[in-house]
Nanobody, 124 residues
Framework: QVQLVESGGGLVQAGGSLRLSCAASGLTFSSGAMGWFRQAPGKEREFVAGISWHRDRTYADSVKGRFTISRDNAKNTVYLQMNSLKPEDTAVYYC??????????????????WGQGTQVTVAS
């Protein structure tokens, strides 16, 4: 059974940093693409960042230069380092696995498994 467990969310002041982690189990972590998405109240879930099995990275324009995605295949974990946080980054953040793809996709329907989400709140 595939499980993705996110952690690292919380409350931070604008300009601060957080590091999200997503620990995966029940799948071959070293293959496939991993993604981070977020969903703010009343809004659709949106792509934030993704990393392929060979570590090509893709970012949403809104987070480029501020967020960094990385993966540690030995630990079955993907990370999202978030710097210079803004109030508009406030959302529930989800990690997801696209188990069959060599490339990063930015749409939710490409991903096979999802975590339960972790809340990030940025105070102004």
């Amino acid at each position: 059974q595939v499980q993705l467990v996110e952690s690292g969310g919380g409350l931070v002041q604008a300009g601060g940093s957080l590091r999200l982690s997503c620990a995966a189990s029940g799948l071959t972590f070293s293959s496939g693409a991993m993604g981070w998405f977020r969903q703010a109240p009343g809004k659709e879930r949106e792509f934030v960042a993704g990393i392929s099995w060979h570590r090509d990275r893709t970012y949403a324009d809104s987070v480029k230069g501020r967020f960094t995605i990385s993966r540690d295949n030995a630990k079955n974990t993907v990370y999202l380092q978030m710097n210079s946080l803004k109030p508009e980054d406030t959302a529930v953040y989800y990690c997801a696995v696209d188990a069959s793809s060599w490339a990063v996709h930015t749409t939710t329907n490409e991903y096979d498994y999802w975590g339960q989400g972790t809340q990030v709140t940025v105070a102004s």
